[in-house]
């Protein structure tokens, strides 16, 4: 085994640069003494020969630390670098001249690294190009959308040896691969006063001991790491443990290396500022290369200015939202006038209808509902608003609110406006059950009898149903914008002609928290009046109804890797708790 002197001296005569042991040194920061010593014992032991060449006996000691193969990671969804994102995996925008990961893999070849496998996932047809350009090997990760990039080194531990890990988004200015490495090293550069990043705990030797995520004038981990074999199989081994607990989904994977820093070896290598970029937003990259918004293959962008009548360069601070079930959107400025873009989500083509809801917008601004609608393609499904600023979501708990928010459906119920389109709860979640089927999702244990019951409340609600009106049919807190006395109503995509108890049963089936007697006792804030004995039961039977028709659509959702969390559980409750109450109050018999 080589100690690390004798390892820079064979891997330098390997390069056959020609460098003296004073350079040698000079380019790895280690003393020139301990250099030239170390080269004296090579060519002593007959590792080198008279002209610094690697003797057969030198290669045949080097050839362990051989790097054998990297692993490209570009399974994320990049959801920080919306609205682009939305369009092509941040690894395929061209920086420079050079798309990043076509950059990545020559800098790899380059350095002598042919065996070069990229686990994908979000547009994994985005990357398939690269098996016959480029002759790499693809890994499909399927689990891209719940968990974090782990699971990718997970998806890829049949290549794991003397492995360089790579994130796919990243430009470095220069080559930092080399064909041969010591031992396991994360590469790191140094940050002045605080950080959000990690800094690094390091002992004397300069091995990772821990971390400081409240860290001062430290280094932190960017850029490439190497795996050597031991780290490799010590790893998996950890992972193997960890990657079931549900705390594990969101981990990076340098994370669970950080948690485990006592049962691994690795090293830090540092770069100097400059050589590792780093593209969170793409105001981070547009600094970096300025020609990049002006000529990234964007049709958002061109939708944008072409609906705004602005210039590329008008457009700035764009910053993207989480928030939404359905869609992914992207709030920008255009010359100080802040807008949002709507892009459609993964599989909402097959359970919204984009034609309805531009419809529904329309004539929702006409009657002053939602005048925050700018323009949306029916046939595409985005759309472009305006933002308002200083607003909250609807306060379920503020009568004031509440009245103001039930006397909007009011308005909307009675207009006398009508929709080519109908929507029903029942016949709609149906559909999506059979959708579920279709594609083996694993129902639970007890869906087709809550599916049975449901059928029975929804014909008695039928029963005694009126004319179908235009309704919502997403009429719930988060979709209402609340600023002092001002309130917005926004999101129109399941807008159609229906029952208009329908809105009612979102408003309390989505969130409120509303007992059963409590759902009743907002009513009269929606008919101006008491309410009858009929009118009650069929909106209480609405609410059971819609909390099933979105359960059902939760788990299509999860079917299509968008899971929404604990709201699958809170329809889940309406269905069954305002299921029980109908079922009372219609005295149905089961």
């Avoid at 074999?229 to 998996?236: G, W």
């Avoid at 300025?290 to 990234?296: I, K, M, P, Q």
């Avoid at 999506?432 to 129902?443: D, G, K, Q, S, V």
Wanted: one cysteine or more; proline letters at 3%.
């Amino acid at each position: 085994m080589l100690d690390r002197y004798q390892f820079e001296v064979l891997r330098e005569c390997a390069k056959e640069s020609g460098k003296t042991p004073r350079e040698i040194a000079a380019g790895s920061a280690i003393s020139p003494d301990s250099i030239i010593a170390a080269h004296r014992e090579m060519a002593d032991g007959g590792y080198i020969d008279e002209n610094d060449r690697l003797t057969e006996k030198g290669w045949t000691v080097l050839s362990p630390y051989k790097v054998d193969n990297a692993v490209i990671l570009a399974a994320g969804m990049a959801t920080r670098f919306a609205p682009l994102s939305f369009e092509r995996p941040k690894a395929m925008f061209e920086v420079r001249g050079e798309i990043l990961i076509e950059r990545l893999i020559r800098q790899l070849r380059e350095a002598g690294v042919n065996d070069i496998s990229v686990v994908v996932g979000y547009m994994k047809e985005s990357f398939f190009y690269l098996e016959d350009e480029f002759g790499v090997k693809i890994i499909v990760n399927n689990e891209y959308a719940n968990r974090n990039n782990h699971s990718s080194v997970w998806c890829a531990r049949e290549s794991l040896r003397n492995t360089y890990i790579v994130s796919s988004d990243q430009y470095f200015a220069c080559n930092l691969f080399e064909e041969y490495c010591f031992t396991s090293t994360c590469s790191a550069m140094f940050s002045e006063g605080r950080t959000d990043e990690q800094v690094l705990v390091l002992d004397d030797e300069g091995v990772i001991i821990g971390s400081d995520k409240s860290g001062v004038n430290g280094y932190y981990m960017q850029g490439p790491a190497y795996f050597d074999r031991e780290f490799s199989q010590r790893y998996l081994e950890i992972l193997a443990r960890e990657y079931d607990k549900p705390e594990t989904a969101n981990k990076l994977w340098e994370q669970v290396f950080v948690e485990h820093v006592d049962e691994l070896h690795m090293a830090m290598r540092v770069f100097e500022p400059g050589s590792i970029n780093k593209f969170d937003y793409i105001t981070d990259l547009a600094a970096f290369d300025r020609d990049f918004f002006t000529n990234v293959d964007s049709r958002i962008l061109d939708n944008i200015c072409n609906t705004l009548e602005c210039t590329r360069e008008d457009i700035t601070e764009v910053v993207p939202i989480k928030a939404g079930l359905t869609n992914l959107s992207t709030l920008f400025a255009v010359n100080g006038e802040k807008f949002i873009y709507r892009h459609p989500g993964n599989g909402t083509e097959e359970i919204v209808n984009r034609e309805a809801e531009a419809l529904a917008l329309t004539i929702a601004r006409d009657l002053g509902l939602d005048d925050t609608f700018i323009y949306e393609d029916s046939a595409e499904g985005w759309k472009i608003s305006r933002y308002i600023e200083g607003c909250s979501e609807l306060d379920y708990g503020n009568k004031e609110q509440v009245e103001r928010a039930l006397q909007m459906a009011r308005v909307l119920h009675t207009s006398g406006k009508t929709s080519p389109w109908s929507f029903d709860f029942y016949d709609e979640g149906i559909k999506i059950a059979e959708t579920l089927r279709e594609i083996n999702y694993p129902l639970p244990k007890d869906f087709d009898a809550l599916r049975e019951r449901m059928s029975v409340v929804s014909r008695n609600m039928r029963a005694e149903t009126g004319e179908p009106v235009l309704c919502h049919n997403d009429f719930y807190g988060p979709n209402f914008l609340v600023r002092g006395h001002e309130m917005w109503l926004i999101d129109w995509e399941y807008a159609a002609m229906g029952d208009p108890a329908c809105d009612i049963g979102n408003f309390v089936a989505q969130g409120s928290g509303y007992s059963v007697e409590e759902a009743i006792g907002i009513l009269p804030l929606y008919y101006g009046r008491d309410v009858t004995a009929s009118e009650a039961r069929h909106c209480v039977a609405a609410v059971a109804v819609v909390g099933w028709y979105w359960y059902v659509w939760a788990m299509y959702k999860e079917a299509m890797g968008n899971p929404v969390g604990e709201w699958l559980y809170v329809w889940y409750r309406a269905a069954r708790q305002f299921g029980d109450a109908a079922e009372e109050l219609y005295a149905i018999d089961l």
